[in-house]
Every structure is written in structure tokens, then in C-alpha cells.
């Protein structure tokens, strides 16, 4: 939402998200969290089995990617579900922000 000032009190103006850009923007956050997590605990995992070389660079990779797709689809699949039903048009918003004032 974009707020602006303007004579006689504040107007909200509500920018809608279409439900591929929610799914996206989903895909992206649940990505960067799971390629954090799929580094940190690739890491140890792979550390800890004791690879050495192209086999620890593999492992590490291989989870990256894993977590990183399986995160992010999770999430991109939440904000759909979340956001479903849930379009309010610019005409909604300021009246019941109106009725809430008076």
C-alpha cells in the first residue's frame, strides 16, 4: 500500500498483486531462506560424513538446491493459499477506512 498526504487527511491507494506475482515473490523468499539453511546445514552435514574436495563441494550444493526449491515451493504455495479470495479494490478500502474514522 502506498500512502499519500493529502488536503483534508491521509488517502490510501492499495496496489493489487495478482495471484502469480504473490506466487513468485513466495518462490523468492522461501528460496533465499532455504539456500541460508540448505548452506548452513549442508555444511555440517557434509563436514561431519567427512568429505573432502569435489565430494564435500557436491554435497554442499546438492543441499543448497535441494532446500532451496523445497522451501521456496512451500511457501509460494502458502501465499497463493493465503491470498486467495482476498482482492479488495481501491474503492473498498478508503470507504471502510472512512466508516472507521467517523
Known sequence: RFFFAAEGGLVVVSVAMSTVDRAVSGFMLGGSIGVAAGTVFGTMQALGSGARGRKLLHNIA??????????????????????????VSVAQTSNSRREKAL
Open 62 to 87: 546438492f543441499n543448497i538446491l535441494a532446500a532451496g526449491v523445497t522451501f521456496g515451493t512451500l511457501v509460494a504455495v502458502g501465499s497463493v493459499v493465503r491470498s486467495e479470495g482476498r482482492e
